[in-house]
């Protein structure tokens, strides 16, 4: 296909799906000929209640950028506009993500240095000693998973798989009870499908913050040690989260703790199942080889397509003029594929030596906070699932949702490829 700039409208999730997503031919076309280029807003309706993009947007493609603008909040505002790449709704039900003042409470909508006193509050319990403490309980988490698959022919994988042990271990380390964990599950899988007109984000965010109250109201009345007990009880260097950042911080985890593991997982099988020749690489030595593949599939397919930031004055970039105001969109989609920095870079190998050098976890203020853990589950997942089941692939076409933000799938059919049980 001849793409040109201006052919795709990055805003427009029907267009995506129709090409692609995420569009990584004409993330390429823009690196070489508009590198910041300017997206008109989508001439499409808006169902009532949902978030509208009513104003283009400046995208980056290149990694230097991307990686600048990330870094330099001063410039690249998180608060001003919200990090969503919509419009916010002024007047948005109270309470909802499409208000500006909702976006702006949690982690992720924050400039410093309200951001780094928030994040450092919440970063003690990502530290790498108690990352590490959590191994043992997401290992046996994964491979109760993996058991349930043991003897299957073949699975819905998204489901099955990859969407459970993220939110087993934020119910885990929240310490919600097990019997309420359907109804996290539920409220964490409905986050996914977030631009969907089949679900409600406006009452499923109501629902998860009026649990996550009760939650710390009943930890307050009896503390048990777990990561949300600590946040409602104890002052770290003299401060208090509040009971609304504590509740947005729970939502926080679970669109972004849920995204990262539950999407990754799916996608390192697909593209394993597409590279077979990359698949013999990984099972000649999985322990050393698991590590780097994951950054890989990382790089290759971003959860995350991109985050919004504002721009606070005018700049000049790459012989454009960036005004006060103007929405600027981080591609991590493009950035992760840039020939400057990765050769080859539509090339999946699992050696490539600086695959780590991906940026879809952020960098700078906002460089995901849970990014050891978020690596940790997904070694774990994929060790017992490769070690048990190591010729999983794909067996159909994988479902990717309509989305502007997340690379998601929604649907992902594997054959197990499963041996006869072996006769008493």
Same mark, same amino acid.
């Given at each position: 296909m001849n793409l040109k700039p201006g052919d795709i409208n990055l805003a427009d999730a029907e267009q995506l799906l129709a090409f692609g997503i995420p569009p990584y031919e004409y993330f390429a076309v823009l690196r070489r000929e508009a590198p910041l280029f300017w997206n008109s807003p989508p001439l499409i309706e808006v169902p009532e209640g949902e978030m509208p993009v009513r104003e283009g947007f400046w995208v980056l493609t290149k990694w230097e950028d991307v990686n600048m603008a990330s870094r330099d909040? &001063?410039?690249? /505002?998180?608060?001003? $506009? $919200?990090?969503?790449?919509?419009?916010?709704?002024?007047?948005?039900? /109270?309470?909802?993500?499409?208000?500006? =003042? &909702?976006?702006?409470?949690?982690?992720? #909508? @924050?400039?410093?240095? =309200?951001?780094?006193? +928030?994040?450092?509050?919440?970063? %003690? #319990?990502?530290?790498?000693?108690?990352? %590490?403490? @959590?191994?043992? @309980?997401?290992? #046996?988490?994964?491979?109760?998973?993996?058991?349930?698959?043991?003897?299957?022919?073949?699975?819905?994988f998204v489901y099955t798989v990859a969407a459970e042990l993220p939110m087993m271990t934020l119910c885990e380390l929240m310490g919600v009870p097990e019997a309420d964990w359907e109804k996290v599950f539920h409220w964490g899988n409905n986050f996914a499908m977030g631009e969907s007109n089949e679900v409600d984000s406006y009452q499923n965010s109501m629902e998860l913050f009026g649990y996550c109250?009760?939650?710390?109201?009943?930890?307050?009345?009896?503390?048990? $040690?777990? @990561?949300?007990?600590? +946040?409602?009880n104890k002052e770290i260097e003299g401060s208090r989260l509040t009971d609304l950042e504590i509740n947005m911080f729970f939502l926080t985890l679970s669109i972004a703790g849920h995204e990262t593991t539950r999407n990754t997982t799916a996608h390192f099988v697909r593209l394993i199942s597409q590279h077979p020749d990359q698949r013999g690489v990984l099972l000649r030595d999985l322990p050393a080889r698991l590590p780097n593949a994951i950054e890989e599939v990382l790089r290759c397919s971003p959860p995350v397509m991109q985050f919004r930031r504002t721009a606070t004055q005018d700049i000049e970039l790459r012989g454009q003029h960036i005004k006060t105001g103007d929405k600027v969109y981080l591609s991590y989609v493009s950035a992760n594929r840039d020939e400057d920095v990765f050769t080859d870079p539509d090339r999946f190998d699992i050696t490539r030596p600086n695959a780590a050098d991906h940026l879809s976890f952020g960098a700078g203020p906002h460089f995901c906070i849970g990014h050891g853990l978020a690596r940790m589950q997904l070694r774990t997942i994929l060790d017992e699932l490769f070690t048990a089941r190591p010729h999983v692939a794909t067996s159909g076409p994988p479902v990717p949702s309509p989305s502007i933000w997340l690379n998601a799938l929604s649907a992902m059919p594997v054959d197990f490829h499963a041996q006869p049980a072996a006769t008493p």
């Open positions: 909040s &001063t410039r690249f /505002s998180s608060w001003l $506009g $919200g990090p969503m790449i919509w419009d916010a709704v002024d007047d948005a039900r /109270s309470g909802s993500i499409n208000t500006i =003042e &909702t976006q702006r409470m949690g982690m992720m #909508g @924050m400039d410093p240095p =309200e951001h780094t006193a +928030y994040r450092r509050l919440v970063a %003690a #319990g990502f530290t790498p000693k108690n990352v %590490a403490a @959590m191994e043992p @309980m997401i290992r #046996g988490h994964a491979s109760r998973i993996i058991d349930r698959v043991r003897d299957m022919d073949d699975a819905e109250q009760f939650l710390v109201d009943s930890k307050r009345r009896d503390p048990d $040690g777990s @990561m949300l007990s600590n +946040y409602a």
